[in-house]
């Protein structure tokens, strides 16, 4: 038994954990598999959920982010200076979502944002069908400016300090939905989660609201689901991976209302 969990529990844990590492790398959406498993199958605070969780983004962002350099997605100029703009606006959002918590209502705002990721899943599948952010980042297709990056980021932190939902859950489909290519908005996305998870984290260890063991035993099957899932983004055609992406997000709107 870790942190009061039972050992079938854990084992339940272990497979989900797996499978989000996969979606994290291959979709960029997979994380929130994690923390809605725990939220659902174990007896823990929400504080201790969202704590433990966010150590083991800290993990699969920095791994991601690996991936990604060595397949040359994040090689580029344009590749690097979207990730530094997306992660230092997302970590400002985070900051401003922190603060805004105490003054929102977080089942006003996880209503509006179910409501958008399924309207951004929808958008997602129409981009599809024109081609956009279907192709691999090193053809020609239509970016997003570094503003339009950055108001993203800033949105997507500002989800993440708000309502802990955010990271490449939001940042990945928001990107493909302005013409991105979907591997370079995953790419860019997993340096985003590093500086958002460890913003959250840190604040989290300071509560003592996180449990290293857990992270441990679901941390670990869960890097190894990044790595399988970054295999999967490299031998699987982005089109269809990205009508997987659009099929997840409009699954996960109704589900965020829930939440």
């Known amino acids: 038994m870790v942190a ?9 844990l272990v497979v989900v954990a797996a499978v989000a590492g996969v979606g994290i790398t291959a979709v960029g959406p997979g994380g929130i598999f994690l923390t809605v498993a725990l939220y659902a199958l174990t007896d823990l605070p929400s504080a201790t959920v969202v704590g433990t ?3 083991t983004f800290v993990a699969t962002g920095l791994l991601g982010s690996l991936s990604y350099y060595r397949s ?3 090689g580029s100029d344009g590749g690097r200076e979207a990730a530094a703009v997306l992660s230092v606006t997302g970590l400002l959002g985070a900051l401003l979502g922190v603060r805004l918590n105490a003054v929102v209502s977080e089942a006003a705002f996880g209503v509006l944002l179910g409501a958008l990721v399924l309207v951004t899943g929808v958008l997602v599948f129409y981009r599809t069908r024109r081609g956009v952010g279907t192709r691999p980042a090193g053809e020609d297709a239509t970016t997003p400016g570094l503003v339009l990056v950055g108001v993203i980021g800033g949105f997507v932190g500002v989800s993440g300090g708000l309502l802990g ?6 940042a990945v489909p928001l990107l ?3 013409g991105m290519p979907l591997l370079l908005a995953v790419g860019i996305a997993q340096v985003q989660s590093v500086f958002i998870a460890l913003f959250t984290t840190v604040g989290y260890v300071t509560q003592g609201a996180v449990s290293w063991p857990l992270a441990l035993v679901v941390g670990v099957p869960e890097l190894l689901g990044v790595v399988a899932g970054w295999y999967v983004a490299q031998s699987v055609d982005s089109e269809r991976l990205t009508r997987v992406l659009a099929g997840m997000m409009v699954g996960l709107g109704p589900a965020i209302v829930l939440f």
Do not use: D, I, N, R
Request: hydrophobic share 60%; charged share 10%; glycine share 16%.
């Open 53 to 55: 969780v966010s150590a």
């Open 72 to 74: 040359g997605e994040l």
């Open 176 to 178: 493909v939905v302005v």
């Open 4 to 12: 009061g969990v039972p050992v079938e529990m854990l084992v339940v």
């Open 165 to 170: 939902v955010g990271g490449p859950v939001l």
